[in-house]
Every structure is written in structure tokens, then in C-alpha cells.
């Protein structure tokens, strides 16, 4: 990685931790959106660099609290998710090396349906959804995960459904990230497609995401949280069009 792709890669990553910071989610999503709209890392390097930032933010907040575990849902949602992880980090390691078009179009696809997702408040259920709908959405979390290292999007939208205490949700999510992005690292590390060292320098990205989270909290903008919502739902939306329509067109042209 070039100076100035490392001084980009550090750009996007705070402006990903800073908005992560004010609306909840979107870390992994716009981090890697604008890996794949600037060609700053290959995806697969991008995505073992985000679950190691996931897993250094998702630990600090662990830190501050864990007692509140929903384990029983956990447990669900990991028996789903961790099989399913393994199928999306070979799909990512077999598209990345013969259909690269096909892989950005279904990041694409990804960033929309789950900005899309998230750009709703979810409306509270009277009572818990049943034992299955965990592991759907904690297998399609894990399918995401293993992909593209963004498991949370169809998880937070679930779990803040639920008839339960707040710290319950937070802390529920952030230990399924931490669990899923321990066994996707390990992944990487024992398929021996780590990032060459150059690249590893995207790990400077650590204390940027840590000062941006800061910032965040101290200074945040003079705007309200839904209208915050609304812009970082525009930006995902729009990253994922950008990504999605030109590899449509390459796979038309490709076609013909």
C-alpha cells in the first residue's frame, strides 16, 4: 500500500468509525464500499483488515460490559452463523480470483438491501420471535461475515426488534462480532492468505478508529440523529449502485 492509499484507507476508515459512532451500525458497509469504489485494497485484503478493526472496537466496548448476554440466543445464532461464515469466506477467496465482477456486484447488492434495511426503525414485536428466525438471520449474518466481514445489518435488525433490554441487544451483537470475526481471522490466517506486510499497514487504521470513535462522542454534529441516519443511508446506497452498475454492464458487455 502507497503512502497515499494508506493516508486514503485511513480517511475512510475514520469517517466509517465516526458514523458507526452516531448511528450504530454501518462500519464494515461504508469501509468497504469505498474499498471496492476506489480499488484502495483487493476485497479479500479489505475484509481481514475490517474484521480485525471490528474485533478491537467490539472487545473495547465487551470490556465495559457483558453480563448481560442473552447466551441462549447467542448460542442459536452462532450454531448458524459460524458454518455459514466458512461458505462465505470460499465464496470470496473463488470470486475474487475468476468472477471479481461478480463479487463487486453482489457487495453492491449487499451495501443496498442492507442500507435499505437499516434506514427503517425497526418496529418492537410484543412478544419474542421464535428460535428459528435467530438462526435464519444469524446464518445470513454469518454468509455476510465470512464475505465480506459486515455480519451485523439483518442481526441489528433483528435483535432490536426484540421485546428485550437495550444493554441485552448491544451487548448480545457485540459479542456474536467479536466470536465472528475471532473464527473469520482465523480463517485467513490458517488458509495462509494473510495481507503481504504493505498492506498490514491498513492496521495504522487502529488508533484513527479509536480517536474517531472519541470524537464522535465529544463533538458530535450539529444535527439530529435520524437526519444523520438518513445521510449515512443516502452514502451506502449510492456506494452501492456505483459498485453494483458498472459490473452489470461489464457482465452484459461480457455476455455479448
Known amino acids: ?28 458497509l461504508i469501509t468497504m464500499g469505498g474499498v471496492g469504489l476506489t480499488g484502495l485494497l483487493s476485497l479479500p485484503d479489505a475484509a481481514m483488515i475490517v474484521s480485525v478493526l471490528t474485533l478491537v472496537n467490539a472487545t473495547q466496548m465487551l470490556l465495559k460490559g457483558w453480563r448481560d448476554v442473552a447466551w441462549r440466543e447467542f448460542g ?36 443496498i438491501v442492507s442500507s435499505l434495511q437499516l434506514a427503517r426503525k425497526p418496529e418492537p414485536l410484543a ?28 442481526l441489528v435488525y433483528h435483535f ?17 462480532f467479536v466470536l465472528n470475526a475471532v473464527f473469520r481471522i482465523g480463517l485467513v490466517v490458517l488458509s495462509g492468505n494473510l495481507p503481504s506486510g504493505s498492506t498490514l499497514t491498513g492496521l495504522l487504521a487502529i488508533p484513527g478508529v479509536m ?30 449502485v456505483s459498485l453494483g452498475a458498472p459490473a452489470v454492464t461489464h457482465l452484459l458487455g461480457a455476455t455479448r
Open 1 to 28: 500500500m502507497s503512502g497515499a492509499e494508506l493516508i486514503g484507507f485511513l480517511v475512510l476508515t475514520g469517517a466509517a468509525a465516526y458514523a458507526q459512532t452516531l448511528t450504530g451500525f454501518a462500519f464494515g
Open 76 to 111: 442459536i445464532v452462532m450454531a448458524a452463523s459460524i458454518p455459514l461464515l466458512f461458505v462465505g469466506y470460499w465464496l470470496l477467496e473463488w470470486l475474487a480470483g475468476t468472477q471479481a465482477d461478480v463479487l463487486r456486484l453482489i457487495l453492491g447488492l449487499v451495501i
Open 127 to 154: 412478544k419474542q420471535s421464535p428460535d428459528g428466525s435467530f438462526g435464519f438471520f444469524g446464518g445470513i449474518a454469518g454468509l455476510m461475515g465470512g464475505m465480506f466481514s459486515t455480519a451485523g445489518p439483518p
Open 160 to 176: 432490536y426488534r426484540q421485546p428485550m433490554p437495550l444493554a441485552t441487544v448491544r451487548e448480545t451483537l457485540v459479542t456474536v
Open 211 to 240: 480517536g474517531a470513535t472519541y470524537a464522535a462522542r465529544r463533538w458530535p454534529p450539529p444535527v439530529s440523529p435520524a437526519t444523520m441516519r438518513r445521510i449515512v443511508f443516502i452514502l451506502l446506497f449510492l456506494s452501492g
